[in-house]
């Protein structure tokens, strides 16, 4: 997807103020995306969401003007694809990121953060220092792609912590 698009698409969706940042690694290659609702990534958390609080979404706009509505709000590290590298240029490209990410969470300032890749821990708690502020909650969950044990832990564990942490 190209940059325009995404900031469009987010532009779209970002609350006014963002209570829980979910963190992606980056925008797909492919035409998936999590503001177009035809990603992995957006069913998911669309699940996780219903099985919380019972959201009968028709459709993915629906349920990402309910996701922005309560303070929700999907960023990604990076703003282009890295996720198509060798997974040393990809640790590599994610690391130069860090700073960007930084400046958006300076703006941002959510109260509670979730990392959707164990491999952004280190990146977004690099960016959450650089940018000086302190979260209430910070999780860091599986990517819920490649395989039904990640999709079913990223979503019960997603709805475990919007449940704990509320609307």
Do not use: C
């Not at 996780?48 to 929700?72: I, Y």
């Amino acid at each position: 997807m190209d940059e325009e698009m995404v900031a469009a698409l987010q532009g779209v969706y970002r609350p006014q103020k963002v209570r829980t940042l979910l963190v992606a690694e980056s925008p797909s290659v492919a035409e998936r995306f999590f503001y177009l609702g035809n990603s992995p990534l957006f069913r998911y958390t669309y699940l996780a969401f219903q099985d919380v609080f019972g959201l009968q979404a028709g459709t993915p706009k629906e349920f990402l003007a309910w996701f922005r509505d309560h303070g929700f709000f999907l960023d990604n590290l990076a703003q282009h694809s890295i996720g198509h590298l060798p997974q040393p240029a990809r640790r590599a490209a994610a690391m130069l990121w860090v700073p960007s990410l930084a400046e958006r969470l300076a703006i941002y300032r959510p109260n509670n953060l979730v990392a959707v890749m164990k491999s952004l821990e280190r990146p977004v708690a690099q960016a959450i220092e650089l940018a000086d502020i302190s979260l209430e909650n910070m999780a860091v969950l599986p990517f819920p792609a490649r395989s039904v044990r990640n999709q079913w832990a990223y979503r019960e564990q997603l709805g475990g912590l919007v449940g704990a942490w509320g609307v």
